[in-house]
């Protein structure tokens, strides 16, 4: 048996009973014998098979007493023993089919054990074979696939059937049911098996009888017989034998020549009685079917309808015939023919043609009315009402249609003009006279060509260029742009400057033009001090002839740019050493000690300076400058360690980007000199309560001042009204009031925001254009820095005059700025300026064209007389051969029309063809018409049958047309020409007679005799010709097969075929047909040998070569490719041990050869070719197998026992085991060994039989599981063995006491620890297993520091992991150590028992805060200790004391001063606690003072204790507290009323008297001015916008409480002076301050006005 057997044989229930009763309790003496029984298959139970007990020799009575019995579990399965009797009975169903397979002999071994004493006995059962089964085939119903072309007496193999019985009980022979095709032949091979063939008799035809129904019976040898019976179907495969037939021959269609495409003329329609792709038919066009054809014509391949692909015309063809190939797709595949003739009705379907003759494109826009531009002929292929062509042109265009006949002229209407429509899409609508009318639609687009007649214009009136100061030179300015809408060159436009001084310098040295794209760069550096607006004026002139002019003038604003730092005004920097300013050591805080004035030469936002002190002063905390006024206070009282001269370093900044800084220097002087109350603040700002009235008089002076003011503005107001007549003619407008000026100066203002990097906006820039007039500006700046505000008031500038500019009036206007955040502009409009371009003297902008109207448009003159004079017509008609020479006579025109050559000459005659080339020419001298050109007939009119050509001769004086019609004769000067030299037919060698086979016609473009008229086939065996005649008269050639074609005989047919027309002498050409015969599957394989054999041992390995087939097929192609395989007839097991190659028909080994299985092979192969239908052929290969020594012995095990007690005595039976081997002699004889190192040894009961015993005692601690190899080996050479693996577990007894892993375990268990928390793990183990290792652990009383301690009040253990868990938490201060005994004992009986010890160290933690122990206070109170102020450091104030109840570390205490009223006062050393003083006591020092001290210690983490100390300096009384602070309270600022009184007042009157004093001089020097200058006066809507010249900047910049806006308003003047008027609130004596004019040349002004709203 094999491995697997053996190992699923250890798996058995072990009869450990059997063993131990039988060699344990009684002696062995043994008996072996042979019996040999018989049974049938199938016998019922309780059968006797034989009499044991008589048979061995055994008395019935002692069968009891000796417990007679079976021994094997297979004797068991199907037999039992009679105690009663001694007899044999079958016990199971015996089946011999499924014992024994298809063995000739079946044999059952049986083991019958008897007892005192013990034997064992031998018995064969053979099962006798009955016959039991019908023979049966694999497949009940079988389909057979064979090709109607299969030859007779082929044979196709059947499957054998199958009969589980043997001997004569198997299958003895088959029949086959009656049929009119096949018989059927048995082959019996030499093992006795046998097989069917069936063999045709009878040709077979699919189309007659598609299947043939078959029976085959099995019958059997038995008594009585059996049978069995299969199905087989014979499926006749198709061979494509049948050629596609047509319904008809001929085919007959009329179809209008109107068709659509698309439209199904018919459909043909061919059947094939074959099937699948053989019957499967396809259809396509003919060879004989022309290209022309193909292009009108389309043929579904699939359906065989037949549809218009193309236009049908009735004028070019009136008869088509097609020709219509079906082939089906077998192989080789077979086609059927017919014809289509097809006739097409004739119908109104050409429109008409417009061919134009001459056009004149493009056309001048000058062209004159009633001007030819073009001349047209229209012609209609139609005939009668059909060819009558009328011609219309589109309404919408300036043309105009003139006719003649055929002809016309296209004419001009109108004048045209380029720049309004530069194309004109003229559509000519020609019409027949069909019903329905054709029309034909032909767009002529004419072009107009351009005059210089327009004049450049620029794309804005004027530009405005801005430009930052220190620009580089060739910095672009700005790009004017002009556009012309001439076109071409006069659309060219070239820019430049027009020459001008600015500054005594031309003005080309400040800026130049590109003169291409008009950019406009600067050639110089700009400075904005020295020049502000620059205006250049530009003029651009196009290309034309003479070119045209425009003008515009361009104004460069120069912007500022931060260049200049701010310049130091005061002090003054011009000596060395400054003089100091004295300030009195008893000046208060905010002392007015000096103020640095500065100024800048920038304007506007760069302009805006700032005062910074820097920290290189020599105190900077006692003195503050005023961020804007620049004002140095005093910032505290000054005190005696201050040094007695200051210097005070100031930092000017401006405000441009980036900033430009200057520094001032002022020295500072202390004296002990008295304070003047002049100079005090405190009196200034105190005045309400020193002078109570100072409120009432400012409230009266400011009620009173605005009144005035009111009353003076409503006076002058008045007096402007009046006067409001005259503003309506004046050039001038005067100020006025406006409801709403923000409106319309918002319209000429350009705002840009600047936003800071935060979000927020940083400051707002508007661009305005004020007036030329004199402005005013104000500023008004309130700082929410300070309690104090400052007003500047600037002076009026005087405005000069601008630069000279062109001529025009400025309005001036004013506005007024009503709300905060709205802005009033001056403002003015330019007086009306002339616009349009700007000519050269002497060239208008228009100028005529001379020889305008001689123009010529190059026409033939014949056509302009007939657009005016009458005409008359003739027909003469001519006819000529084609391909005559030029100059070849024709005829005789002044002869045909008795005419004198002379007066032909003079009536200047030509000649005019349809067509576009000119084939004729006319000899006026001689009045001959010749050939100018090559005429090709065929290339002309094709096939038709005639071909003429149609002239028209003009004559002038009088106009006459005469037709001639030339008749084109053909000459045969074509040849017949096949598509090509060599045409190729393939052609299949089962083809049948009389198949025919289309070749291409030959072409031969000429016509009548000279065309095609016969073919000549050269002479061959297989092949004649046939010539078809279409009814057009051509003719096609086919090839008809006379002889039959075989490939394997000749597979190539070499053919010519010569085409020959009837011309005089005839031409012809050939062609060369190549006949590739197409194999046909006709040939079936044939074998070498009809048989091989061959000889192989039985341990021949996987893929060795049995042997080579070799079969041969004489077809070609898949026909010729034969696959070799193993034949239906070999069986299931065969296959598995033989495979063969398909390809080279190679037998190899697949599956393991066994000798004992069966000694020969008999293979059954057959070669089949890869056609359709397939061919085969078959052979038989039969193999012999040589013996060898390859069967293993085999183990059985007969009883075993798995486990066994590790107090096993020696000799104690394990195992019986019985061995046998396949082989025979000397190598099935087997000898069986154990391995000697084991406790074990095997005794040899008797032959094949050993016994398996202990040899020595067992331990199962030492070894608890042994694997026994059993070897047994045969004789044989090489001899075999087989190794069987019996797996022994030891059963464990309790001989061992469990072992602590330590001796004794110490522990650290931190206090504090929670309740139920693992101190540690005690671990024991017991080598012995399963319960007797199962452990327990307990804890015993044992002493520890303290005698009396029980330790299982504090600890528990879990009595099976041995985890000491904590009942209670340890305290470190109460209990360090304690000690107690583990006990732990195994689950075995008896139990056996240990100990060990456990020490447990209790290890502190720091869970005691540091407790103070002085000073002792009170939780809510703190202890004090009293000080003098003389105390002289670092004297010892007390000392904090404290300890800590942990120990080691967690007991290092330090101390901490964590909050004190001074920290730099007081100290405390960071280990002993004591508190001192740093540093000797100050009158600014508090006079208690609150020390926090922390005593933390050095655990983890740390625990800290607080303590409150009090130090209290004993010197001065709370009454001296008190008069200090009522002294820091009295200080108080100037009451807010009396300073808004002041300011408001200065405000108003301020503004009011300037207001005042410039309306009043304005309006009064107005008064005596001319009538045409207007008044001041008042009004809502009469803003106008302000000038494009001017230019200004409003800033905006919102900071945190305050809104500023500033405006700059700059204009083109020479520098003025500004002024500058400071008022300071905080003294009673106002500064005024000149400031020296400037370098800046244009009019600067701020205007600033902004709300201060406090913090």
């Known amino acids: 048996m094999r491995t697997d057997m053996e190992s699923a044989s250890l798996q058995r229930p072990a009869w450990k009973w059997q063993v131990l009763s039988l060699f344990l309790l009684c002696g062995w003496g043994w008996v072996s014998g042979q019996i040999h029984y018989s049974v049938v298959e199938e016998s019922e139970l309780g059968t006797v098979v034989g009499n044991v007990a008589q048979d061995l020799g055994l008395k019935v009575e002692e069968l009891p007493g000796r417990r007679l019995r079976l021994g094997s579990e297979e004797s068991l399965r199907y037999f039992a023993v009679r105690l009663d009797s001694g007899a044999l009975v079958v016990s199971q169903w015996l089946d011999r089919e499924r014992l024994c397979g298809a063995a000739a002999s079946c044999v059952l071994s049986v083991q019958v054990v008897t007892e005192n004493p013990l034997q064992l006995f031998r018995l064969e059962v053979e099962i006798l074979d009955l016959n039991d089964n019908s023979p049966s085939f694999p497949t009940a119903h079988r389909t057979l696939r064979i090709a109607e072309s299969a030859t007779v007496a082929a044979r196709f193999p059947l499957e054998s059937a199958q009969d589980p019985d043997v001997g004569t009980n198997a299958v003895s022979s088959y029949r086959l049911s009656p049929n009119s095709h096949f018989s059927l032949d048995v082959k019996q091979q030499p093992d006795g098996k046998l097989f069917p063939e069936l063999v045709l008799e009878r040709a077979l035809d699919r189309e007659e009888q598609p299947k043939v129904q078959l029976v085959l019976t099995a019958v059997d040898g038995g008594s009585p017989a059996r049978s069995g019976t299969a199905q087989i179907t014979v499926q006749v495969l198709d061979v494509n034998d049948n050629a596609p037939a047509f319904d008809h021959t001929t085919y007959r269609v009329k179809v209008p020549e109107n068709t659509p495409v698309g439209a199904v003329l018919l459909q043909v329609n061919a059947s094939d009685p074959d099937e699948g792709p053989n019957g499967e038919t396809q259809y396509s066009f003919g060879v004989h079917t022309s290209d022309s054809v193909r292009r009108l014509f389309a043929l579904d ?21 097609i020709y219509v190939r079906a082939h089906d797709g077998g192989v080789p595949e077979m086609e059927g023919n017919c014809v289509l003739q097809v006739q097409v009705e004739d119908a109104n379907d050409n429109p008409p043609e417009v061919l134009l003759t001459s056009l004149l494109n493009p056309v001048p826009e000058d062209t004159p009315p009633e001007t030819v531009v073009g001349l047209f002929n229209v012609r209609d292929r139609d005939s009668g009402a059909n060819g009558d062509v009328s011609l219309e042109i589109s309404p919408d265009v300036p043309f105009a249609i003139r006719s003649l006949q055929n002809h016309f002229s296209l004419v001009t209407q109108k004048s045209l003009d380029r720049e309004s429509t530069s194309q004109y899409a003229v559509e000519l609508i020609a019409q027949d006279g069909g019903s329905p009318a054709l029309t034909t639609t032909l767009t002529l687009l004419l072009n107009i060509s351009d005059v210089n007649d327009n004049p450049p214009r620029f794309s804005q009136p004027s530009y405005d260029a801005f430009l930052q100061e220190n620009n580089p030179p060739g910095s672009l300015l700005c790009t004017v742009s002009a556009t012309d809408p001439d076109d071409g060159v006069n659309s060219r436009l070239v820019y430049s400057i027009e020459s001008g001084q600015v500054q005594d310098a031309p003005i080309s040295s400040f800026v130049h033009i590109n003169p291409d794209n008009g950019n406009l760069y600067a050639q110089r550096t700009f400075d904005f001090e020295l020049l502000q607006v620059l205006p250049v004026s530009v003029v651009v002139r196009d290309s034309g002839s003479p070119p045209l002019y425009a003008n515009v003038t361009v104004y460069i604003f120069v912007l500022d740019q931060n260049d200049h730092p701010p310049t130091i005004l005061h002090p003054a920097s011009d000596s060395d050493v400054p003089a100091p300013q004295r300030v009195p050591l008893s000046a208060p805080p905010g002392y007015l000690v000096a103020k640095v004035t500065a100024v800048d030469a920038d304007a506007g936002h760069n302009a805006w300076l700032s005062y910074r002190l820097l920290p290189q002063s020599t105190d900077p905390s ?11 206070r005093t910032a505290r009282a000054f005190q005696d360690s201050d040094m007695a001269v200051q210097q005070l370093v100031v930092l000017v900044t401006d405000n441009g980007d980036p900033p430009l800084s200057t520094t001032a220097t002022i020295t500072v002087a202390l004296e002990e000199a008295p304070l003047e109350e002049s100079f005090k603040p405190q009196d200034f700002l105190a005045g309400a309560k020193e002078k109570p009235d100072l409120t009432f008089y400012l409230i009266i002076a400011l009620a009173a001042i ?37 409106r319309d100066f918002c319209k000429h203002s350009s705002p840009k925001l600047q936003l800071s990097s935060d979000g927020t906006l940083k400051y707002m820039e508007v661009t305005l254009r004020p007036t030329d007039s004199p402005s005013q500006c104000y500023s008004t700046c309130f700082s929410p820095g300070s309690e104090r505000s400052d007003f500047t008031f600037l002076r009026p500038c005087p405005t000069p005059a601008t630069l000279p500019r062109e001529s025009g009036a400025f309005l001036p206007a004013a506005g007024t700025l009503r709300d905060r955040g709205q802005m009033g502009a001056a403002s003015a409009e330019r007086g009306p300026r002339r616009r349009g371009h700007r000519s050269p003297a002497g060239h208008p902008a228009r100028m005529p064209r001379a020889g305008q109207a001689r123009r010529s448009l190059g026409l033939p003159r014949v056509f302009s007389f007939c657009l005016f004079l009458h005409s ?41 063809s349809d067509s576009d080339s000119q084939y004729f020419s006319v000899n006026v001298n001689t009045g001959v018409i010749m050939v100018s050109e090559r005429i090709d007939r065929e290339q002309l009119c094709g096939q038709n049958p005639r071909c003429f050509l149609h002239l028209k001769l003009a004559i002038e004086n009088p106009v006459e047309f005469y037709r001639i019609e030339v008749e084109i004769l053909d000459i045969n000067d074509n040849p017949p020409e096949f598509p090509s030299d060599e045409v190729s037919l393939r052609i299949y060698e089962l083809a ?3 198949a025919r086979f289309p070749i291409q016609p030959a072409q031969d473009p000429d016509v009548g005799t000279n065309t095609l008229q016969t073919y000549h086939l050269s002479a061959n065996d297989n092949f004649n010709l046939n010539v078809k ?35 005089s002498p005839p031409q012809s050409s050939k062609i060369r047909i190549t006949i590739q015969v197409l194999d046909a599957n006709d040939n079936h394989p044939v074998f070498d040998r009809p048989s091989y054999g061959a000889r192989l041992v039985e341990n021949s390995p996987l893929g060795t070569l049995v042997v080579k087939l070799n079969a041969t097929d004489v077809d070609e192609g898949p026909n010729g490719d034969i696959r070799y395989s193993l034949s239906s007839h070999n069986s299931a097991a065969l296959r598995q041990i033989f495979a063969i190659d398909e390809q080279t028909g190679e037998i190899r080994v697949q599956g393991n050869l066994d000798f004992e299985e069966a000694t020969v092979y008999e293979i059954e192969v057959e070669a089949k070719d890869m056609g359709s239908p397939t061919m085969e052929e078959h052979c038989s290969v039969v193999v012999e197998i040589t013996d060898v020594n390859d069967n293993a012995p085999e183990v059985i095990l007969t009883s075993f026992s798995s486990t066994l007690s590790e107090d096993a005595l020696p000799g104690t039976v394990v195992a019986v085991i019985h061995v046998r081997d396949r082989d025979s002699g000397e190598q099935g004889k087997v000898l069986c060994h154990v391995s000697p190192d084991l406790p074990f040894q095997l005794r040899k009961d008797y032959e094949h039989q050993y016994s398996l015993l202990t040899s020595t005692r067992l331990d199962r601690e030492h070894v608890a599981y042994y694997n026994v190899t059993v070897s047994a080996s045969d004789l044989g050479n090489p001899p075999l063995s087989r190794h069987t693996i019996l797996p022994i577990t030891l059963i464990d007894v309790n001989d061992n006491a469990p072992q602590f892993e330590q001796a004794s375990y110490e522990v650290l268990v931190a206090e504090n620890n929670p309740v139920g928390s693992v101190l540690v793990t005690v671990s024991a183990v017991d080598p012995d297993s399963e319960q007797n290792s199962r452990l327990s652990y307990s804890i015993l009383r044992a002493g520890g520091t303290d005698p009396g301690l029980d330790p299982t009040r504090y600890l528990s253990i879990h009595p099976t992991n041995g985890q000491v868990t904590a009942k209670f938490p340890f305290d470190y201060e109460q209990t360090t150590y304690l000690q107690f005994h583990v006990e732990v004992s195994d689950g075995g009986s008896p139990a056996l028992r240990n100990r060990t010890l456990v020490h447990v160290f209790v290890v502190d933690q720091n869970d005691n805060a540091p407790q103070v122990h002085f000073p002792r206070a009170g939780e809510d109170s703190a202890t004090q200790f009293r000080i003098s102020p003389s105390i002289v450091p670092p004297a010892l104030i007390t000392k904090v004391v404290a300890i800590d109840a942990d120990s080691g570390r967690n007991a290092w205490l330090s101390y901490h001063l964590v909050q004190a009223t001074d920290l730099g006062l007081f100290s405390v050393a960071l280990r002993s606690g004591e508190v001192r003083i740093m540093r000797a006591l100050q009158e600014t020092d508090a006079s208690e003072h609150e020390l926090l001290v922390v005593v933390r210690d050095a655990g983890e983490p740390p625990l800290s204790t607080a303590v409150t100390l009090v130090v209290l300096v004993e010197e001065k009384g709370p009454e001296a507290l008190q008069g200090s602070e009522a002294q820091a309270t009295d200080g108080g600022g100037l009451p807010t009323i009396t300073l808004y009184l002041i300011v408001s007042l200065v405000l108003i009157s301020t503004v009011s008297l300037v207001a005042l004093a410039a309306l009043g001089i304005r309006c009064l020097r107005r008064g005596s001015a001319p009538a045409n200058q207007g008044c001041c006066v008042e009004s809502v809507n009469t803003l106008q916008p302000p000038p494009s010249h001017i230019f200004g900047h409003l800033h905006y910049e919102p900071k945190k409480g305050d809104t500023v806006m500033g405006v700059q308003v700059t204009a083109t003047a020479p520098p003025a002076p500004r002024y500058r008027s400071c008022f300071s609130p905080v003294s009673d004596i106002s500064e005024f301050m000149f400031v020296k004019p400037s370098a800046d040349p244009t009019l600067c002004s701020e205007v600033s006005s902004g709300v201060w709203s406090p913090a």
């Open 301 to 321: 391949p699939r359906s065989g309808e037949v549809r218009v692909s193309g236009a049908l015309d009735f004028e070019e063809s009136r008869f088509y015939e």
């Open 622 to 632: 006692l003195f503050h400058v005023s961020l804007y006024t620049g004002e140095v």
């Open 706 to 742: 605005s009144t005035v003011a009111l009353a003076t503005v409503t006076l002058l107001a008045a007096r402007c009204l009046r006067r409001r007549g005259r503003a309506a003619v004046s050039p001038y407008c005067c100020c006025w009031l406006s409801e709403s000026p923000s």
């Open 872 to 912: 008359s017509s003739a027909q003469i008609r001519y006819s000529i051969p084609e391909e005559l020479t030029r100059g070849a006579f024709v005829g005789n025109i002044a002869k045909d029309l008795g005419t004198d050559v002379a007066k032909l000459a003079a009536a200047n005659l030509q000649v005019l």
């Open 992 to 994: 049948s007679l009389g």
């Open 1029 to 1063: 005649a279409r009814t057009d008269g051509g003719k096609f050639p086919e090839l008809v097969l006379e002889r039959a074609l075989d490939r394997e005989f000749r597979a190539f047919h070499y053919l010519v075929l010569t085409a020959e027309d009837g011309g």
